[in-house]
């Protein structure tokens, strides 16, 4: 086991049987996750990337206990998650999820004070007054105003939708936050407020974040220390900027240049001097707070603030 881990996951197997065609009974199996082994330490940002269907939302699933590993274990902060009820609601409180669909991950007719006091009232407190004051904070923190908890998921856009998944996670005050593809649904201008949000909840709250992306610009913006899944294992685990810049593995080389990611220049994170188009865009100087924005890697290969038109 790590030393440092908050959570560990240890040769995680876990596969599927599927019909092998439309009208045979007989089943193949598919095996997403083969002894795949994982940590995060308290306070880091790890990436985890791969092509499609390489294992990463499986193994999102495994972490957060939406999947039962077929074999293999998970510890949270050292203690097996199955050992004992105890272990297991501290896991369960301290490790929470924000999907990729915004727009199917909101119960549509719960208005978002009732959405964010289920956690609240499970996990911290019954107080009627405690559980409101928690819910005005939890909605202030991730941008929104106090009149949006009472308002239906239908009346926001996407990234506030976003926002409010985010501020349901929050709200049992979780160690861990586990955010599958969670920008990959969004416009590339809310892409950045809400990468930046959760930039903001690790440096500000200390939170863990585990990120699942096939974006490697995304993952290069936010973690630390990036894992690269290619067929249900592990090929790969560094930190962000020598992965980027000295892949060992060649799948983990070919994933790097067939996204054209041009590692010096999306390293940079002064984002005034990496964008080309800098001194010629209209919104930049009235949106930029110097504050790094959203880096995309274009089909130029040239990397730029994601307010730029
Ligand atoms: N519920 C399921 N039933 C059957 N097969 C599944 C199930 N979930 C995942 N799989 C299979 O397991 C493998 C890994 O899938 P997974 O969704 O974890 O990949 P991924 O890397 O997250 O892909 P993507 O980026 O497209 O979401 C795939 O072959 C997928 O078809």
């Known amino acids: 086991m790590n030393p440092l881990a908050i ?12 019909s092998s065609t439309f009208i045979s009974k007989s089943k193949v199996k598919v095996h997403a996750l ?4 994982f940590y995060v330490k308290r306070g880091e940002i790890v990436g985890i990337v791969g092509e499609s269907g390489s294992g990463k939302t499986t193994l999102a699933k495994i972490i957060t206990n939406i999947y039962k590993p077929d074999s293999g274990n998970i510890y949270f902060n050292k203690k ?3 050992k004992d009820s105890e272990s297991y609601s501290e896991y369960r409180k301290n490790v929470q999820m924000v999907f990729q669909d915004p727009y199917s991950s909101l119960n549509p007719r719960l208005k978002i004070i009732s959405t964010l006091k ?10 009627k007054k405690e559980i409101h004051e928690i819910c005005k904070s939890l909605i202030k923190s991730v941008g929104l105003e106090e009149d949006h908890l009472y308002r239906y998921p239908h009346q926001f856009s996407g990234g506030q939708r976003q926002r409010i998944s985010i501020a349901r996670a929050l709200s049992v005050d979780p160690e861990v936050i586990v955010a599958d593809e969670p920008v990959s649904a969004l416009d590339v201008s809310v892409q950045a407020q809400i990468l930046n949000l959760f930039k903001k909840l690790n440096k500000e709250k200390n939170k863990t974040i585990i990120l699942i992306s096939h974006d490697l610009a995304v ?3 936010l973690c630390h220390r ?14 962000t900027e020598k ?3 000295n892949p060992l593995h060649p799948y983990t080389y070919q994933l790097i240049n067939s996204k054209h990611l041009q590692v010096d220049e999306v390293k940079n994170e002064n984002v005034k001097s990496s ?8 919104k930049y100087s009235a949106k930029c707070d110097n504050e790094i924005k959203l880096i995309e890697v274009g089909k130029n290969h040239f990397v730029r603030c994601a307010y730029y038109e």
Do not use: W
């Open 7 to 18: 959570l560990e996951c240890n040769n995680i197997f876990k596969s599927f049987d599927i």
């Open 34 to 37: 083969n002894g795949v082994n």
């Open 80 to 82: 097996n998650i199955h």
């Open 118 to 127: 289920d956690g609240i009232k499970q996990y911290i407190t019954n107080n």
């Open 219 to 221: 993952v290069n913006f």
């Open 226 to 239: 990036v894992y690269v899944m290619y067929k249900g294992f592990v090929v790969e685990m560094a930190e």
């Open 243 to 245: 992965l980027l810049k």
């Open 275 to 282: 964008c080309p188009y800098a001194e010629r865009c209209k």
